[in-house]
C-alpha cells in the first residue's frame, strides 16, 4: 500500500472480525517494524504475544481501573492522565464510571495482541534533568510501536495503541515475567477491522505549524 495512504488511514481499530492473524503476517509486521530508529541505535524494545487465554482474561481486570478514570475525568471536562492540570476529581467519580460493555473484552480478546516493553538500562533520557515530565524516553520505543501499526495496516489489518494497562505495571510485569529494567510502552490489540475508516479527524498544517517562532506566521506548505 502507498507509503501517504497508510499514514492517513492508519486509524484506531477497537472492533475486530473473528478472522485469525496469521504467524506469517506477524512475522513479516515485526520483520518491517523492527527498522525503526531508538537513541543510539540500542533497539531496546521487547514484544510478547500473548496467546494464553487466560492472561488474556487477567489483562482486562488491569486495565479497568485507568480506563474508569479516564472517562472520569473526560468526564469532568479534563484532560484525562494530564500532570500539568491534573483533573480535580475523587475516587467516588472514577468508581461512579462504567466502561461500555465489551469494550475491555473486545481489545483483550482480539485475534491478536501485543505487548511491547523497552529495556530503560538502554534509553538515553536527554529530558532527565528538565523539571517536567519526561518525553524523550517514549522516543525510542513509539517509533517502533507505530511502525507495527503501520505495518498491520499495510497487511489490510488494524490495531490501536493502548497504554492503560501501563497504569498497573507492576502487576503486568509480575503477570508476564517483565524484568525490571523493561518499562511497559503499549498494549496493541490487532486484528482485522469490522469498518476501515478513511477519514481521521487530525487538525490542518496551519494549526501547527508556524515559521521562526512558536508564535510565528502559520507556515503555509
Ligand atoms: C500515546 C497514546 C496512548 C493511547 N492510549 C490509548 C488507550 O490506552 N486506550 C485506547 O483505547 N486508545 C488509546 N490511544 C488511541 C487514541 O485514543 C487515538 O489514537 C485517538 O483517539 C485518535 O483516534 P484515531 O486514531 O482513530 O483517529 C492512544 C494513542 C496514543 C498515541
Not at 70 to 98: F, S
Not at 183 to 205: D, E, W
Request: negative net charge; charged residues 20%; hydrophobic residues 45%.
Amino acid at each position: 500500500m502507498e507509503l501517504y495512504d497508510a499514514m492517513r488511514t492508519t486509524f484506531s481499530a477497537r472492533d475486530f472480525t473473528a478472522d485469525p492473524v496469521s504467524d506469517e503476517v506477524l512475522g513479516r509486521i515485526l520483520d518491517n517494524a523492527r527498522f525503526a530508529p531508538s537513541g543510539g541505535n540500542r533497539q531496546g524494545w521487547h514484544v510478547i504475544v500473548v496467546r494464553d487465554p487466560a492472561m488474556r482474561a487477567a489483562l482486562g481486570p488491569l486495565i479497568e481501573p485507568a480506563c474508569k478514570r479516564y472517562l472520569a475525568e473526560v468526564k469532568a471536562g479534563a484532560n484525562p492522565w494530564n500532570t500539568v492540570e491534573p483533573a480535580d476529581i475523587g475516587q467516588a467519580d472514577v468508581d461512579a464510571v462504567t466502561v461500555p460493555p465489551g469494550f475491555i473484552d473486545r481489545l483483550v480478546h482480539a485475534p491478536l495482541v501485543l505487548l511491547v516493553t523497552v529495556d530503560l538500562s538502554v534509553v538515553a533520557s536527554m529530558d532527565q534533568h528538565l523539571e517536567r515530565i519526561g518525553v524523550i524516553s517514549g522516543a525510542s520505543i513509539y517509533p517502533f510501536v507505530w511502525n507495527i501499526l503501520l505495518a498491520a495496516r499495510n497487511e489490510g489489518l488494524g490495531g490501536t495503541l493502548t497504554t492503560f494497562l501501563v497504569a498497573e505495571e507492576a502487576k503486568a510485569k509480575t503477570l508476564f515475567g517483565i524484568p525490571q529494567n523493561h518499562a511497559l510502552a503499549a498494549m496493541l490489540p490487532i486484528g482485522k477491522p469490522v469498518k476501515q475508516l478513511t477519514r481521521l479527524r487530525r487538525h490542518p498544517v496551519s494549526a501547527f505549524a508556524t515559521v521562526d517562532a512558536f508564535d510565528g506566521n502559520a507556515f503555509g506548505g
